[in-house]
């Protein structure tokens, strides 16, 4: 399905001025004939006034539908590269001169109020669902790993158009339904990408097992060679389980008979090994 064109217009009204207040209220009437709810707010510390052309042809993207707002495709009369994010009716709140009245608008087509007619929501994802065909409730979210029960209403496919009715809850013959789905997929997954982060759930928490049993292994026959070997070192070794090596004098470097006592037998111990010494250098294997 193609972009959605239409025009784009600004406005911008001193209401202390009769004429402005007049046209002000024309706009409203008109605008709420259209259907158009007017969103006002400050538009993130910016302005929905968008007024250097007071009207300019945009065209609309249909990948991710709302029922108020639109995003634009990149608009060749403003030179710029992105889109716009685009109100069916705009206005900018809490000006300090409450006299101005500013903002844009669109021409809402019958595309328009089509696409959003025959679009079909999830609540919860935002997945859409067009065609002759489409399920009750949304299938791309069901395993998701934030989807609780409770929230299991707002799978209920609906018209973008209607978005903002409240959800209706599940009737008892739907939560029979969806509830044995639902568990089903957030065991095994019942999307790809569900079932790719299961599988890779399985492969992390077995790599995270497999690496615990082996430092915890190390470990012991490092501290159980010394115990038999050179007790009096025990204390001045660590095991280091993300390089997984052993340290000689990691609290005081070695020297003298201690150095020379371990050089002699360390051949023969389980692991690799890094020894710190007093002068300065570290002898490994
Ligand atoms: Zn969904």
Redesign the pocket.
């Known amino acids: 399905m193609n972009n959605l064109k239409t025009v784009l217009h600004c406005y911008y009204f001193n209401t202390a001025k009769a004429a402005d207040r007049e046209a002000w209220s024309t706009l409203q009437r008109e605008r709420e004939a259209a259907g158009a709810r007017m969103f006002s707010t400050h538009g993130g510390g910016g302005s929905h006034y968008l007024g250097y052309y007071p009207s300019v042809p945009v065209e609309l993207e249909i990948g991710h539908l709302f029922n108020d707002q639109w995003n634009t495709a990149p608009i060749p009369a403003l030179k710029a590269d992105r889109g716009l994010r685009v109100f069916d009716f705009a206005h900018d709140a809490c000006l300090p001169n409450r006299n101005i009245q500013r903002g844009h608008w669109l021409e809402i087509t019958d595309e328009m109020r089509a696409v959003r007619r025959d679009t079909l929501k999830?609540g919860?994802?935002g997945?859409h669902y067009r065609g002759p065909e489409y399920p009750a409730f949304?299938t791309?979210?069901l395993d998701s790993a934030y989807l609780k029960a409770e929230d299991l209403r707002l799978?209920r496919l609906r018209p973008v158009a209607d978005s903002r009715l409240p959800f209706e809850p599940l009737t008892a013959a739907e939560s029979a339904m969806l509830m044995p789905r639902y568990r089903e997929a957030q065991l095994h997954g019942s999307t790809e990408r569900g079932r790719k982060r299961l599988a890779k759930a399985r492969l992390d928490v077995g790599a995270t097992y497999a690496a615990a049993i082996r430092n915890a292994e190390a470990e012991r026959a490092g501290a159980t060679w010394i115990m038999d070997n050179l007790p009096g070192l025990l204390e001045n070794w660590i095991y280091y389980s993300h390089t997984g090596r052993h340290c000689f004098g990691w609290r005081k470097p070695l020297d003298g008979d201690v150095l020379s006592a371990l050089l002699d037998r360390v051949s023969e111990f389980p692991g690799s090994y890094d020894i710190k010494c007093a002068d300065g250098r570290t002898l490994s294997n």
Do not use: E, G, I, V
């Open positions: 999830c919860y994802c997945a949304c791309s979210c799978l």
